[in-house]
């Protein structure tokens, strides 16, 4: 079993910055890929960004791009997001997943095997 523990949310101001942590444990896959997903209160969860294991690749919702960048420590097992310039509409649940490492289908959710319990984000305009 695969334990994701996200943490570093809260409150902030539009424009400010948060770093988003997620830590994984127990029995990970040897190579997989790490993601981001968000969901607004009414809305689908949609994807946000995602990485490799080794942090050789990353991808990123066109919504965040060159806002977020997402990176990874291999020997922590810890996978951050670092979110700057954020505006009002970034408000949301923030969860992690984890699936195997494939090429194909990174921003779906149905393809993530194990999920964190979310953490709260909140810009206030």
């Known amino acids: 079993q695969v334990q994701l523990v996200e943490s570093g949310g809260g409150l902030v101001q539009a424009g400010g910055s948060l770093r988003l942590s997620c830590a994984a444990s127990?029995?990970?896959?040897?190579?997989?890929?790490m993601g981001w997903f968000r969901q607004a209160p009414g809305k689908e969860r949609e994807f946000v960004g995602a990485i490799t294991w080794n942090g050789d690749d990353t991808r990123y919702a066109d919504s965040v791009k060159g806002r977020f960048t997402v990176s990874a420590d291999n020997a922590k097992n810890t996978v951050y997001l670092q979110m700057n310039a954020l505006k009002p509409e970034d408000t949301a649940v923030y969860y992690c997943?984890?699936?195997?490492?494939?090429?194909?289908?990174?921003?779906?959710?149905?393809?993530?095997?194990?999920w964190g319990q979310g953490t709260q984000v909140t810009v206030s305009s």
């Open positions: 997943a984890m699936r195997r490492i494939s090429p194909y289908r990174w921003g779906e959710r149905s393809a993530y095997d194990y």
């Open positions: 127990g029995r990970t896959f040897r190579t997989y890929i």
